[in-house]
C-alpha cells in the first residue's frame, strides 16, 4: 500500500518554462511534506518543505502547494533550468516518524 | 557542521556473500538514523531507523539486518547476499524530536551502489 504516489515517472519541460510535479498522498494523518532532489548516483538533497497548516511555501524559483482536501501537492519550478534535471522525490511524515517517499519523477528541462 | 559519511561508494558482491555497510554522522549527537534502498522503478524504501544506540526498527521483512554500536554509527549487514539486493543503499540522519511544524528534513548519504552477481 503505497501512502506517497508520484503518478509521473517523467516530466519534460523547455528551459524557462514552468515544471509542476505531481505527489498524492492517502494518509491523512501526514502533517508535514517534503520535496527532494536526486542526481544519479548522490544522495537525494533537501528542496522545500511545507507543513499542513500551509497552503504554500516559497523559495526562490520553487514553491511547494498544499491541498488537504485533497490530500496533494505540487511543485512549482518557474523558470525551469537545465540544471533543474534531476528525480524528485515527495515525502511525507506523521508527528514524530520516518518519512514515506514517493517513487519520484525524472524532470528533463531541455535547453 | 553536520557531516554524514557512508562507504564504499560502489560495491560487486556474489551472491551468498557477507555484507557490511557502515555510516557514520559528525557534528551532531543522539540523531535518528536510516538506510533506504533504492531499487529500479521502487524509489526511496525505508529499510531500518534507529532512535538511539542499539535500538533498530525495520520497516520490511528482508535479509538485511542494522545495527548501531555507537551513537554516531549505523552499520547495514548481511550474511548472505541475493540477487535482489542489488540496489543503491542511503544512510540519512535527522535531529530527534519531530513534529509538525518543525524541520523533519533528513540528510543524506552519498549512497552505495551494490550489485549482486
Known amino acids: 500500500d503505497q501512502q506517497v504516489k508520484q503518478n509521473s515517472p517523467s516530466l519534460s519541460v523547455q528551459e524557462g518554462r514552468i515544471s509542476i510535479l505531481n505527489c498524492d498522498y492517502t494518509?491523512?494523518?501526514?502533517?508535514?511534506f517534503l520535496w527532494y532532489k536526486k542526481y544519479p548516483a548522490e544522495g537525494p538533497t533537501f528542496l522545500i518543505s511545507i507543513s499542513s497548516i500551509k497552503d504554500k511555501n516559497e523559495d526562490g524559483r520553487f514553491t511547494v502547494f498544499l491541498n488537504k482536501s485533497a490530500k496533494h501537492l505540487s511543485l512549482h519550478i518557474v523558470p525551469s533550468q537545465p540544471g533543474d534535471s534531476a528525480v524528485y522525490f515527495c515525502?511525507?511524515?506523521?508527528?514524530?516518524?520516518?518519512?514515506?517517499f514517493g517513487k519520484g519523477t525524472m524532470l528533463l528541462v531541455s535547453p | 557542521s553536520q557531516t554524514i559519511h557512508q562507504w564504499p561508494a560502489t560495491l560487486v558482491q556474489p551472491v551468498g556473500s557477507p555484507l557490511s555497510l557502515e555510516c557514520t554522522v559528525e557534528g551532531t549527537s543522539n540523531p535518528n538514523l536510516y538506510w533506504y534502498r533504492q531499487a529500479a522503478g521502487r524509489g526511496l524504501q525505508l529499510l531500518f531507523y534507529s532512535v538511539g544506540i542499539g535500538q533498530i526498527s525495520s520497516e520490511v521483512p528482508q535479509n538485511l539486518s542494522a545495527s548501531r554500536p555507537q551513537d554516531r554509527q549505523f552499520i547495514l549487514s548481511s550474511k548472505k547476499l541475493l540477487l535482489s539486493d542489488s540496489g543503491f543503499y542511503l544512510c540519512?540522519?535527522?535531529?530527534?524530536?519531530?513534529?509538525?511544524?518543525?524541520?523533519?528534513?533528513?540528510?543524506f548519504g552519498q549512497g552505495t551502489r551494490l550489485t549482486v552477481v
Open positions: 540519512a540522519w535527522s535531529v530527534q524530536g519531530l513534529g509538525a511544524g518543525k524541520n523533519t528534513e533528513a540528510f
Open positions: 494518509n491523512s494523518m501526514f502533517d508535514y
Open positions: 515525502a511525507a511524515s506523521k508527528g514524530y516518524s520516518t518519512l514515506t
